[in-house]
DNA sequence: CGCTAACGTTAGCATCTACTGACAGAATGC
DNA sequence: GCATTCTGTCAGTAGATGCTAACGTTAGCG
């Protein structure tokens, strides 16, 4: 499978990071430029720290990924993430579809 | 337009409302098959009170709809909120697109 | 009206979380 | 080596959140 980790678990981190309104205006500044860490810091009127945490927990969901170039590292939105998790909020009718498949079964 | 309140406000809304794994269990119960709050609280080992309070955070998301029978109150979830979050979550980038378009425009 | 069933609401509590400030570490320039 | 730049990590704190228990509310029945 493409999970190391079950599915759930993975949306549920995209969640939770998305569920943070900064966190999504982070994603929204690397969706399609790549940008370092003091360059996305700069955008908002928070400490570093507290960017550093949201991008961390980013990067922990999948949402972003991380290249390191010289001191700097640089972060750029990971479309496929947010495409998996689009698919799961599919899941939540076929999955239902599913388990009412399996009681219609039962009942023969 | 079809927003009454802010769209990011409804997103944000949404997305805080699925970020809590019990929700989305919730919200999957209700998938396909309209239930009463007594009938969902029976499925989990929480107390009928904190279904109730989730059953409130889904329905002011937008993701649940509520209808009155009696003494009854009867969930069902709504797809097409599901579906204005998807097409938010392209909007990251149609949204970064539009902006990138915009400094080019200025450089001009 | 009294009684019951099905819910929501409030108060209070334990835990999580987003934040700041101080410190630590790795790469580059002098 | 030493200083500088760019960044992550740790400790501590104020506020948000999910939970339980007790109370309020509405609809139906005798």
Same mark, same amino acid.
């Given at each position: 499978?493409?999970s190391? !980790?079950p599915?759930?678990?993975?949306?549920?981190?995209?969640l939770?990071?998305?569920?943070?309104?900064?966190?999504r !205006?982070? &994603?929204? &500044?690397?969706?399609t430029?790549e940008? !370092?860490?003091?360059?996305?810091?700069a955008?908002f009127?928070?400490?570093r720290? !507290?960017v550093?945490?949201h &991008?961390t927990?980013? *990067?922990?969901?999948?949402?972003i990924?991380e290249?390191r170039e010289?001191?700097r590292?640089l972060y750029?939105?990971r479309?496929?993430a947010?495409?998996e998790?689009?698919?799961?909020?599919d899941?939540i009718?076929?999955?239902?579809l599913?388990?009412?498949r399996?009681?219609?079964e039962?009942? *023969?």
């Amino acid at each position: 499978m493409t999970s190391p !980790a079950p599915l759930d678990d993975r949306v549920g981190a995209m969640l939770r990071a998305l569920a943070e309104p900064r966190r999504r !205006a982070i &994603l929204r &500044l690397v969706a399609t430029t790549e940008r !370092a860490a003091g360059e996305i810091a700069a955008e908002f009127e928070v400490s570093r720290t !507290a960017v550093s945490q949201h &991008l961390t927990v980013l *990067k922990e969901s999948g949402l972003i990924a991380e290249r390191r170039e010289g001191t700097r590292r640089l972060y750029r939105a990971r479309r496929e993430a947010v495409r998996e998790l689009q698919a799961a909020l599919d899941g939540i009718w076929s999955d239902a579809l599913d388990r009412a498949r399996a009681l219609v079964e039962e009942e *023969k």
